[in-house]
């Protein structure tokens, strides 16, 4: 382990056990939760029709290349943290130093609390499976309900977390194998083919459908670099973070492509565009009720295990940095008793409740163009940095045909902030905006004390 890797170990005080099985397995247990049993229809009404399995194929070739980009940072700083790491140690010697790492901060507070969110509006989706007569009212009530549960299991000293991991990781097995195993069955190629008329003639309104499809795409891809923010607890990081970054893009794109094709060969695209629970009525249809039942049942633990995991998790994030000194001082409070960061860990769970409220198809672009300029964008620019500004730091792994995979993510990014919608695109700025504000206010306030 060279003097960098060591450095880090001795600041985090942490155990290097993980193994490329180990580090594969946490990924594509995150990437593969509640996200393709809620956004099927999503992604269908972006393109109106299944040619948005191109949405698909092209988010794999972004999530293969900007997997690259963490991996080459994640080697170099296999430190937790992730992208705060990144951010804080390529940008040391610019004048925007401390400004990257405050904003990957403020930007979370944007959308990470809006990723949890779509878990709980998941849930509440899947409960109308049992609950027909559900109607808004009840539908707000059942998400801060299930909000305010979550929060009050944690409001404690946590030390099962691993276990509950294990139990997710197995229902998403179940639920794949379950989906995948009735379309290999019940697949009728004519409806899982039933292009609509000039499906893929070139227009303005095909490439806008083809970047809202792509980005739902990225929301579902979510969590290939999970092990990037575990990095100081993997065994030789420089050779297992690319593989498992790489394998579990792969693997979790097919599973994405057998689950989409299973369920539309199924059920005809134009009526799965209506479903609020697509993987009930699939299951239903093919197998009758008892296996609707069962599959719902499956997703609500996998919602409830997933949203467990993510406010645990994310938590953890603004806490940290307060306590490295990088954003307020309040969020480095820990509970008296438990020992967990309290006021953390309450905002988040207030913020994600508050965007339960909102509708799943405003959720998701917000959560992703509120991370896409400092956090996707930010790490892309820092790979650049390291390579010519911080020599101190050896990079063990370097991305395969550099720069290209860095381009390519870069242009992915792009086409993805700009497609998404005014609204989205403003939402986007405009939290970045506030976040160059509460810096400025932050670092003023710091400098004094």
Known sequence: MNGEHEH??????????????QATALNMSNMVGVGPFITIPLIIAAMGGPQCMLGWALGAVLALCDGLVWSELAAAMPGSGGTFV?????????????????????QFIFSGPLEIASGFIGFTQYVSYFWRGMGPVESKLVT?????????LLYRDIREVGKLTVVLWAGM?????????????????????DFPPNAFTFSQGFFLGLGSAMLIAMYDFLGYYDICFVAGEVRNPERVIPKAIIISVIAVAFIYAAINFSMIGVIPWREAIESKFIASDFMDRAWGGWAGSFITVLILWTCLASVFALILGFSRIPYAAALDGYFFKAFARVHPRGKFPYVSLLTVGALSILGGMLSLD???????????????????????????????????????????????ALVGWIYVFGTSGWTFVLYGL??????IVAFLLWDRATARA
């Open 173 to 193: 097995l179940v639920t794949v194998v379950a989906v995948i195993g009735t379309g290999l069955v019940h697949f009728d190629a004519a409806k899982a083919l």
């Open 8 to 21: 880090i170990k001795e600041r985090y005080g942490l155990v290097r056990s993980f193994g490329l099985l």
């Open 430 to 435: 405009g939290t970045l905006g506030l976040g």
């Open 144 to 152: 801060a309900g299930i909000g305010i549960a979550i929060v009050a």
């Open 86 to 106: 990144y951010l804080r140690e390529s940008f040391a010697k610019t004048r925007i130093g401390r400004l990257m790492p405050f904003l990957f901060i403020w």
């Open 362 to 408: 405003w959720v998701v672009p917000a959560l992703i163009t509120a991370r896409i300029v400092v956090q996707f964008m930010g790490q892309i620019v820092a790979v650049h940095l390291l390579r010519t500004q911080r020599p101190d730091i050896e990079r063990p792994y370097r991305m395969w045909l550099y720069p290209l995979p860095s381009i390519v």
